[in-house]
């Protein structure tokens, strides 16, 4: 028996790194899977079947069944046209993996309005639209569901040269936190998984140098997304998932104690001069 035996998975950006290893992972835990990817360079040029195909190629070989899709999540059409995809091909949705992403490192004073567009509408609105998509076909099918969705270090601390990158990431995680909360009575859960992961998009980071795959590689992220789209995890919803290798952990917001002003509002210099209690 296998932990996903019977469900419907899509997997979107997983024709390569962490999104590959999901996908394979899900397909030997039982899971007919949709295999998306645009085929694109990690900076979203050009475009081809290719790389979702061959996924799929893997997961037949070994017993598994998928489908390939080449649709933009980053378009209304393209989400739907993958939602209808799996609908198409196996009769029913049960889990949604949003892991598409680019890359497009530039700093602020040097980014192109079409740099940020482009990261933000593949990560950010991409999630958005396969997450919609998904949750209305969860809604009519009335057994509840599970969406991990996918954000990032930098999205939660921010990374030079990664405005465009962090602002989508950061607004992953935002949108993770509403969608657990108003898909909850619909039984579906959303969460995502914070991965730290030598691939090819992070091949020539500086983080990762003289590090090697063994180490830290996308084997390590794809357990926990199996976890978060199994029944293991139904009461869970709403928590962001670190992985660094064989560390797994959960990041959280916290708030300083702060400090209270009696007697109406703050000034500034009264600001200034509390600043240390108001930090701690």
Known sequence: MGL??????????SGGGIGREHALLFAREGAKVAVNDLGSDRHGGGRGGEMADKVVAEIKAAGGDAVANYDSVASREGADGLVWSALNKFGKLDIVVNNAG????????NMSEQDFDLVVDVHLKGTFLVTQAAARVFKVQGKGGRIVNTTSLSGLLGNFGQGNYASAKGGIYSLTRTAAMEFQRMGVTVNAIAPVALTRMTSDLQMFKGMTPEQIGPQYIAPVAAFLASDLAADITGTIVGVQGPKVFLYKMTETEGATREGGPWSAAEIKERWAEIAR
Do not use: E, F, P, S
């Not at 996903?4 to 950006?13: E, F």
């Open 4 to 13: 996903l035996d019977g469900k419907v998975a899509i997997i979107t950006g």
């Open 102 to 109: 680019i890359l497009r490192d530039k700093t602020i004073l």
